[in-house]
């Protein structure tokens, strides 16, 4: 949920700025990554340009799930994870 909530800040910030975040602070976190509120994933724009974005969290606990250690949404709202297929990790 916290990577959907932030690709639709990212969209939310582009409408107002003209360009989507470069970092996490464009979007009001105090350093370029952030953690989510329960402290498990850390979260940070993967990539940045004048047509897209791509937002990962990566697991703080890589032991918790070895197929599932990262996910990513991009502007398109496509996701990515691994080194386990999306299907495993984002509809369980």
Same mark, same amino acid.
């Given at each position: 949920?916290?990577?959907?909530?932030?690709?639709?800040? *990212? /969209?939310?910030? $582009?409408?107002?700025?003209?360009?989507?975040?470069?970092?996490?602070?464009?979007?009001?976190?105090?350093?370029?990554?952030?953690?989510?509120?329960?402290?498990?994933?850390?979260?940070?724009?993967?990539? /940045?340009?004048?047509?897209? $974005?791509?937002?990962? @969290?990566?697991?703080?606990?890589?032991? @918790?799930?070895? *197929?599932? *250690?990262?996910?990513? /949404?991009? *502007?398109?709202?496509?996701?990515?994870?691994?080194?386990?297929?999306?299907?495993?990790?984002?509809?369980?």
């Amino acid at each position: 949920m916290a990577l959907l909530r932030h690709a639709t800040a *990212q /969209v939310n910030h $582009f409408i107002v700025h003209g360009r989507y975040a470069t970092d996490m602070t464009e979007l009001g976190y105090s350093s370029a990554v952030a953690t989510t509120e329960g402290g498990r994933f850390n979260l940070e724009m993967e990539s /940045v340009d004048n047509t897209g $974005f791509v937002i990962r @969290a990566t697991r703080v606990m890589s032991d @918790a799930d070895t *197929q599932c *250690q990262w996910f990513s /949404v991009d *502007q398109s709202h496509h996701r990515a994870s691994g080194p386990a297929d999306p299907d495993r990790c984002w509809f369980r």
